[in-house]
């Protein structure tokens, strides 16, 4: 659960993404880098709004710490241009940049205090000493490290230091924070904990946050949306639930989450509906929206594992939504069970289920013939 | 079969210490001796320590000797730090291997080339030979050492730290002062000790370089010897044995540190993947 969600109806609302007037507050336009003959950012075109906590989601060496250091400017872009707050950045270094960054490796200066770290960015700005003091007194509530404000980097454990590194790169009330795996070296459940207090310093601040991760749950849990990336490019950017229920390709669905893909090819392509034959399923797909694919053409299925309803009933027109199977294996996860079903054609299909009522048995075991059927909208056709 | 503390073993030990020490530790009990003879021990006095002070040449020597390994320490550990950077940093320049052979070069050059070929250039150069020219060619040799000791520790050294602090708003020149500089300081005092005691017991370097009028503390002991060892010869030569030998330990304590320190970040780095 996020901080989100207790304030859902104002959460909602909030969308400059889908208001063509609003005005973007970074502006990466066909932004490319190029080391030697790689090339790590392909092409790529954002826009972050103020305020919004964007996550930029990736398996690795697909850019994303690249994308984050051009923000920042420790490498400069092979082409394209990027804005800050209406700013061209082409010529501003790093130490002139509105921006503050968290490193990966959090890099703290090792030789001094938990206080002077902190301190260190004001220092530089020459901010008047006995603000300096407020301030990294703030920033140490913050993020609850007053009791340590004296020892080294060395002295503190890795979640202590993390949160160094985040009041280090806070104090000077930067226009954008830039996050690279701030998480990583944390336990699963601090990193929980630490996203949660990261979501709501986000609240508190107003700043906008860039955070880059390879975690689909992480970025999931903490971001207004979710640029995903692959090799160099942003394959889609939009909010988790976008992402999830509607992935713009297959490489979106198969990222996010757990899914089954049928190849199928279109059979009845209507404004209103249309139906889909997939061989490998021995099926036919009706969907209740039309889609842009002609009658013959080749798409992809995509079907969430929690979106189907498994049986041992067939239901009355098996050939219509509706899969069968043999069960091959099944995960007992307590809240969930986790059906493997081999279908005739080979193909093995994941099923999710809620266990609702308590038994000491399912009344579905290996080697069962069973029926997995969907609403029409369940399903996401995908054309590449 | 050399692993364990076999009688042949001890020997051996035992043999190759003395071997190595024996001369330097009866230079030392010598120096205390209250005969002027050398070899024959007649009871302890550390009347020849007295003496020396009152031995110009020793005197002269001694101070200019210091001068040249302060002065010429202290550029060794600029110019080296330089090269050392340049090595650890521009990775992709044209010509770095050459440039990193050369750094390392007079590191396993034979004294004696190092010295003629300083000669014969200051001698193109047409300079007069003097205190000056043998501080420039102890500065040549020693800031190989710096070079390598600095470039050694850079490359373990995490750059991201380097960055966070331009982020943070200081320039590329506060930067490296203030926080580059201090986390690589050990290392920098190890190098700088390292060119001091290698300046204050050259001999071969500053023969060849020196003038008339600049006479080392090791070349003014070279001259005595010639004439006879007397045992303000010991003296000197153990109050030398007991300055390099601190300079040194210092210098490997904190290089040891250094290591230790590196071995750490290693470890901090791979707990933050
Ligand atoms: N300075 C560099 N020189 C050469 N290649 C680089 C450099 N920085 C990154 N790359 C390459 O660019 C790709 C993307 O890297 P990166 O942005 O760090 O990926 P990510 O953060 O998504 O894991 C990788 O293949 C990496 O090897
Ligand atoms: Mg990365």
Known sequence: ?384 | MFNRLTPFNVTALAFGYAFLYLPIVILVIFSFNESRLVTVWAGFSTKWYVSLFDNTKIMDGAWTTLRIAFISSTLALVFGTLAGLALARFTQFRGRTLFSGMVAAPLVMPEVITGLSMLLLFVALDWTRGIGTITIAHTTFAMAYVAVVVQSRLVTFDRSIEEAALDLGATPAKTFFVITLPIIAPALVAGWLLSFTLSLDDLVIASFTSGPGATTLPMEIYSMVRLGVTPEINAVSTILVGIVTVGVLIASVLQKRAALQRIADERLAQASE
């Open chain 1, 1 to 384: 659960m996020t901080a989100r969600a207790t304030e859902p109806t104002k959460k909602k609302k909030w969308a400059p993404w889908s208001d063509p007037e609003a005005e973007p507050f970074i502006r990466l336009v066909d932004v490319s880098k190029r080391f030697g003959d790689f090339l790590a950012v392909d092409n790529i075109s954002l826009d972050i709004y103020r305020s919004e906590f964007f996550a930029l989601l990736g398996p690795s060496g697909c850019g994303k710490t690249t994308l984050l250091r051009m923000l920042a400017g420790f490498e400069k872009p092979t082409s394209g241009r990027i804005e800050i707050d209406g700013v061209d950045m082409a010529d501003v270094p790093p130490y002139e940049r509105p921006v503050n960054m968290m490193f990966q490796s959090y890099a703290l200066f090792p030789h001094m205090t938990v206080e002077q770290n902190i301190a260190f960015g004001l220092r530089q700005d020459r901010v008047p000493r006995d603000e300096i003091a407020r301030r990294v007194r703030e920033m140490l509530d913050l993020v609850q490290l007053g009791p340590l404000a004296k020892r080294k980097p060395h002295q503190l454990s890795g979640g202590q230091r993390q949160r160094v590194a985040l009041a280090r790169s806070l104090v000077k009330r930067p226009k954008m924070l830039l996050l690279d795996e701030p998480l990583g070296a944390l336990d699963k459940k601090l990193r929980e904990k630490t996203q949660f207090e990261l979501v709501n310093i986000q609240e508190e601040t107003g700043i906008t946050f860039v955070i880059v991760t390879h975690d689909q749950e992480e970025a999931m849990t903490v971001s207004c949306r979710i640029a995903v990336m692959n090799q160099g490019r942003v394959v889609q950017a939009a909010t988790p639930t976008e992402v999830y229920e509607f992935p713009n390709s297959r490489y979106v669905a198969e990222f996010i989450g757990d899914v089954n893909i049928f190849e199928g090819r279109v059979t009845e392509s209507g404004a209103d509906h249309a139906v889909i034959g997939a061989p490998e399923a021995d099926c036919r797909f009706r969907i209740d929206h039309g889609i842009s694919a002609n009658v013959e053409a080749t798409v992809w299925l995509a079907l969430r594992p929690e979106k189907m309803v498994i049986g041992k009933t067939p239901p009355e027109d098996p050939t219509v939504n509706c899969i069968s199977g043999v069960v091959w294996d099944i995960g007992y996860l307590g809240n969930l069970s986790i059906f493997h079903v081999r279908l005739d054609s080979g193909k093995t299909v994941t099923s999710i289920r809620t266990n609702r009522s308590r038994e000491t048995e399912l009344d579905i075991t290996w080697e069962d013939r069973v029926y997995l059927t969907w609403a029409p909208g369940a399903v996401a056709v995908l054309m590449t």
